[in-house]
């Protein structure tokens, strides 16, 4: 009996032991299990490839085809499908990782204190003979007053798809860090242009959200904050407002690019705002500059039409008649030029006319042009973008040798299916710009033949 008590007692204190064991490999096993998958997560996380730490235009735009502008997939938040950011820069930045675009950030921000003339701190000084610049202790800062007493420089960059205005656009915003760049703000009303009839003064949707966008009002148009918040190629462009997002995901809860109050506030504290308009006709300017309650300028960008639609035709998403029908685009082109020489002579420090031929026969004589019409002074980080010495075959890129990119669509358009056309679409507004009209196929292909003339006559 004794036996058999000590033997019941001896598995009754094994099994004990056994499970106390099996309970400590499960626990383990358990941690392992978490491990790994924290693990797998992390490795997921990682980017596949090292991107080049360039301009964010440097690379393709263009990523997806373009399904059809009636396409429902179009306003939908999916990162595939329409690839056309107004018809230039949709998508480009899909492949980009997180940890790459807040490096990216980092290296474009890292110059804050430089920005546009007549923005100096108050209270700040430069040391003689050096470019360091001191803060005197105790003093307040400009970004310390209130919003009010600064001056925002608001300009609205107007022109029409392939027209220069990525390329213009890039140089623009490069006058300050704190450029707040409204990047295509009719972008969801896709593929098309709205003109305006002469007896019709009903502003369109179109006009007032551009009105609105004016003064920093996105409070007026939530659909358009959530449209703009999912586009990843719209916050890589108005990195002022992006990377503020991006902080705010970390550290404020109300950093939120799905709010409009956050947006305008954001607007408003940017000392230059940048507009990028490509849907409405020049006729519809004269209602923004009248109104007294607006302070803006207005440059038109307009480019030799026969290799606009050279260039459109070599991308996906321009399939509309209104971007790829010479005859269209030809009637906008002359209802815009006619426009001009009113609005200049009516409007002379508020609008300006800017052909895209002429600005590449001397694009830092230009820039400067353009930089004393807008009051603000060039920047380095502007001069840097003139500096490419070679020419670019990617119909994206914003570095190139402006003089060379502007005669390259001519080495490959079709002398037959597009020059020929347009000339004869498009006659009076060449000669208006004063483009020359080729005669012959060999001509045309000829670069040694300059395209440009004279100086535009408008």
């Given at each position: 009996?004794?036996?058999?008590?000590?033997?019941?007692?001896?598995?009754?204190?094994?099994?004990?032991?056994?499970?106390?064991?099996?309970?400590?490999?499960?626990?383990?096993?358990?941690?392992?299990?978490?491990?790994?998958?924290?693990?797998?997560?992390?490795?997921?996380?990682?980017?596949?490839?090292?991107?080049?730490?360039?301009?964010?235009?440097?690379?393709?735009?263009?990523?997806?085809?373009?399904?059809?502008?009636?396409?429902?997939?179009?306003?939908?938040?999916?990162?595939?499908?329409?690839?056309?950011?107004?018809?230039?820069?949709?998508?480009?930045?899909?492949?980009?990782?997180?940890?790459?675009?807040?490096?990216?950030?980092?290296?474009?921000?890292?110059?804050?204190?430089?920005?546009?003339?007549?923005?100096?701190?108050?209270?700040?000084?430069?040391?003689?003979?050096?470019?360091?610049?001191?803060?005197?202790?105790?003093?307040?800062?400009?970004?310390?007053?209130?919003?009010?007493?600064?001056?925002?420089?608001?300009?609205?960059?107007?022109?029409?798809?392939?027209?220069?205005?990525?390329?213009?656009?890039?140089?623009?915003?490069?006058?300050?860090?704190?450029?707040?760049?409204?990047?295509?703000?009719?972008?969801l009303f896709r593929v098309r242009v709205f003109d305006k009839r002469e007896d019709d003064d009903t502003l369109l949707p179109q006009v007032v959200l551009l009105r609105d966008l004016l003064s920093c009002?996105?409070?007026?148009?939530?659909?358009?904050?959530?449209?703009?918040?999912?586009?990843?190629?719209?916050?890589?462009?108005?990195?002022?407002?992006?990377?503020?997002?991006?902080?705010?995901?970390?550290?404020?809860?109300?950093?939120?690019?799905?709010?409009?109050?956050?947006?305008?506030?954001?607007?408003?504290?940017?000392?230059?705002?940048?507009?990028?308009?490509?849907?409405?006709?020049?006729?519809?300017?004269?209602?923004?500059?009248?109104?007294?309650?607006?302070?803006?300028?207005?440059?038109?960008?307009?480019?030799?039409?026969?290799?606009?639609?050279?260039?459109?035709?070599?991308?996906?998403?321009?399939?509309?008649?209104?971007?790829?029908?010479?005859?269209?685009?030809?009637?906008?082109?002359?209802?815009?030029?006619a426009e001009v020489p009113v609005l200049q002579r009516e409007f002379p420090q508020r609008f300006k006319f800017l052909h895209y031929d002429e600005i590449c026969q001397d694009m830092t004589t230009s820039?400067?042009?353009?930089?004393?019409?807008?009051?603000?002074?060039?920047?380095?980080?502007?001069?840097?973008?003139?500096?490419?010495?070679?020419?670019?075959?990617?119909?994206?890129?914003?570095?190139?040798?402006?003089?060379?990119?502007?005669?390259?669509?001519?080495?490959?358009?079709?002398?037959?299916?597009?020059?020929?056309?347009?000339?004869?679409?498009?006659?009076?507004?060449?000669?208006?710009?004063?483009?020359?009209?080729f005669q012959t196929e060999k001509e045309f292909h000829d670069l040694d033949v300059p395209a440009l003339e004279r100086p535009s006559v408008l």
């Amino acid at each position: 009996m004794k036996y058999r008590a000590r033997s019941s007692c001896l598995r009754h204190l094994c099994g004990s032991m056994v499970r106390k064991i099996s309970c400590s490999w499960t626990l383990i096993g358990l941690v392992a299990v978490i491990t790994a998958l924290v693990t797998l997560i992390a490795l997921r996380g990682a980017p596949p490839e090292h991107w080049e730490k360039s301009d964010f235009l440097r690379r393709p735009f263009f990523q997806a085809s373009y399904h059809g502008e009636e396409n429902d997939n179009y306003f939908s938040n999916s990162t595939e499908g329409f690839a056309s950011n107004g018809g230039e820069d949709d998508d480009y930045w899909e492949g980009i990782t997180e940890k790459d675009e807040e490096e990216e950030i980092l290296e474009e921000r890292g110059g804050e204190g430089e920005t546009v003339e007549g923005e100096t701190t108050k209270g700040e000084e430069r040391n003689e003979g050096t470019e360091e610049r001191v803060i005197k202790e105790g003093e307040e800062t400009e970004e310390d007053q209130p919003q009010e007493t600064k001056k925002q420089k608001v300009v609205v960059l107007w022109t029409g798809w392939r027209s220069g205005s990525t390329f213009l656009g890039e140089l623009l915003k490069r006058v300050s860090k704190k450029t707040f760049y409204s990047y295509e703000p009719l972008h969801l009303f896709r593929v098309r242009v709205f003109d305006k009839r002469e007896d019709d003064d009903t502003l369109l949707p179109q006009v007032v959200l551009l009105r609105d966008l004016l003064s920093c009002n996105f409070e007026a148009h939530r659909n358009l904050v959530n449209y703009q918040k999912s586009k990843v190629w719209y916050l890589r462009a108005n990195s002022y407002l992006g990377s503020a997002c991006k902080k705010g995901k970390k550290h404020v809860a109300d950093s939120d690019c799905s709010s409009p109050r956050f947006v305008s506030e954001m607007c408003r504290s940017a000392s230059v705002h940048l507009i990028k308009v490509l849907r409405l006709s020049l006729r519809w300017a004269r209602a923004l500059l009248e109104d007294k309650n607006l302070d803006f300028q207005i440059l038109y960008l307009a480019r030799d039409p026969r290799a606009v639609l050279s260039s459109r035709k070599h991308v996906g998403w321009c399939n509309t008649p209104t971007c790829k029908d010479p005859n269209i685009t030809c009637s906008l082109l002359a209802g815009d030029l006619a426009e001009v020489p009113v609005l200049q002579r009516e409007f002379p420090q508020r609008f300006k006319f800017l052909h895209y031929d002429e600005i590449c026969q001397d694009m830092t004589t230009s820039l400067t042009d353009i930089m004393d019409f807008l009051g603000l002074s060039v920047q380095p980080e502007q001069t840097k973008l003139l500096q490419a010495e070679k020419t670019s075959r990617d119909k994206y890129s914003v570095f190139k040798n402006s003089l060379l990119q502007a005669q390259l669509w001519r080495s490959r358009t079709s002398f037959q299916s597009i020059v020929q056309p347009v000339q004869r679409s498009c006659k009076s507004s060449l000669k208006k710009l004063g483009l020359r009209i080729f005669q012959t196929e060999k001509e045309f292909h000829d670069l040694d033949v300059p395209a440009l003339e004279r100086p535009s006559v408008l």
